[in-house]
């Protein structure tokens, strides 16, 4: 990052961006009180103190709690008393990282589009007319819009991903456990993963690094280590057609990507990804997504009128779904998980497009649940198969930002990063 020298200089230039895109957030803090702690931070740090994310401005997603303020989910009567920080908010916080505000999402972390929100649906941060990806809308247009250095996100189908690939961003997206949820509102608690998202991938590394370990009070919190990467990695990309119809321009886009691993020395392995796209519609077409009724459930048939119609219908249909089904459903994912498992076992990594297509919030207002669906095509998987996944930018079509992921087994994620770091 570049040096700070005028604290409230610094924040009121980046304060002066919000009205490009306001509904991009729930809550600022005020003006004056940001400036006064970062400066505050930066005479830390200047006297000596390790504060390796000194100076970055951040961003947090409306479902976990900053700051003791409750977090709302993007449902304003939803908001339970304030308790403590989300441990990922405190930690990045005790490393210099300074707190803007809150940012709208998908109701209840509920969807890949951003506009389902009663604070209203978030737009592209450059084309007005297009989605901004959701869940985690205003965390992804905080960042691209420069008024954040980094920003939190959660990814249960591919909400810290989506957004990230439409608005050139890098979109960090841990193992599970790997980044402590304590403190978040849960969309499907057993699937649910921090994020990060930042235009740097070094800062992004270090907020990750910040927030990773062990947290008595997520008891689904884990620890791991993976092998680095050999010199030469190998990189699965998928068998012909497998892609599926993608928008105008993005097949190119993405044969161009590959094209490009092959020319910095990367073996390309063309695999069968079809295990992998029959476990991403399992997500919602499944018994998974009862865990959303355990999650919100009861807020939602509380007060029907404070929730989205979309959001309110995924997750109130949810509700009848009988306990076999689950376990049937839990038993069809073990059995993929082990041809998954031989899948990467002749990978280091496997190379896919973020998602499918960047639609209208027209074409969203006439398809809500056709059109999210396609978005998590190549998303919906990573969580179910306790996946690693790193999206990152790979150039313009039509003037919009085009993204690819790499995804790979579990505690992968400093060797994503540094496989991406030292290809470019």
């Known amino acids: 990052m570049t040096p700070i020298t005028d604290p409230a200089a610094h924040v009121a230039e980046r304060y002066a961006?919000?009205?490009e895109r306001p509904e991009a957030w729930i809550e600022l803090r005020p003006e004056a009180e940001v400036a006064e702690e970062l400066a505050d931070v930066l005479a830390r740090e200047a006297a000596g103190e390790a504060l390796p994310l000194a100076g970055a401005l951040l961003a947090v997603k409306g479902n976990r709690a900053g700051g003791g303020r409750p977090p709302p989910a993007a449902g304003p009567a939803c908001a339970t008393a304030p308790g403590p920080a989300a441990t990922a908010v405190a930690r990045l916080r005790a490393a210099g990282a300074v707190v803007l505000g809150v940012t709208n999402l998908d109701q209840f972390a509920t969807g890949l589009v951003g506009s389902r929100s009663p604070y209203g649906a978030v737009r592209h941060a450059t084309d007005p007319t297009r989605?901004?990806?959701?869940?985690?809308?205003?965390s992804s247009v905080a960042v691209a819009l420069g008024i954040a250095d980094v920003a939190l996100g959660t990814d249960t189908a591919g909400s810290g991903r989506v957004p990230a690939a439409f608005h050139g961003l890098y979109g960090v997206k841990p193992t599970k456990g790997w980044v402590s949820a304590a403190g978040v509102v849960p969309a499907c608690r057993s699937l649910d993963v921090v994020t990060v998202m930042a235009a740097d991938l070094d800062l992004a590394e270090r907020?990750?690094?910040?927030?990773?370990?062990?947290?008595?009070?997520?008891?689904?919190s884990r620890t791991g280590s993976?092998?680095?990467f050999p010199a030469v990695p190998r990189i699965g990309v998928p068998l012909p057609g497998q892609l599926g119809e993608l928008a105008p321009g993005w097949a190119e886009a993405f044969d161009a990507e590959t094209a490009r691993w092959a020319a910095a020395g990367a073996e390309l392995v063309p695999v069968d990804i079809a295990v992998l796209l029959e476990v991403a519609l399992m997500l919602y077409d499944g018994a998974f997504v009862a865990e959303r009724y355990a999650a919100v459930g009861a807020f939602v048939d509380a007060h029907p009128d404070e929730v989205d119609s979309t959001v309110g219908g995924i997750i109130a249909r949810s509700k009848e779904l009988p306990a076999w089904r689950l376990l049937q459903d839990q038993e069809r994912l073990d059995i993929a998980a082990v041809t998954a498992r031989a899948l990467f076992a002749e990978l280091d990594a496997l190379l896919l497009p973020t998602t499918v297509e960047h639609p209208t919030l027209e074409a969203v207002a006439a398809e809500p649940v056709a059109v999210n669906s396609r978005l998590g095509r190549f998303t919906n998987f990573a969580n179910l198969l306790d996946l690693a996944a790193l999206a990152y930018p790979a150039?313009?079509?039509?003037?919009?930002?085009?993204?690819?992921q790499l995804v790979a087994p579990a505690?992968?994620?400093h060797q994503l990063i540094d496989l991406v770091r030292n290809r470019a």
């Open 207 to 220: 907020a990750l690094s910040v927030m990773s370990g062990a947290d008595a009070r997520d008891p689904l």
């Open 395 to 404: 150039g313009l079509v039509e003037g919009l930002p085009f993204g690819v």
């Open 411 to 413: 505690f992968t994620d």
């Open 131 to 138: 989605i901004s990806g959701g869940s985690s809308s205003g």
């Open 17 to 19: 961006r919000v009205a």
């Open 226 to 228: 993976a092998a680095d």
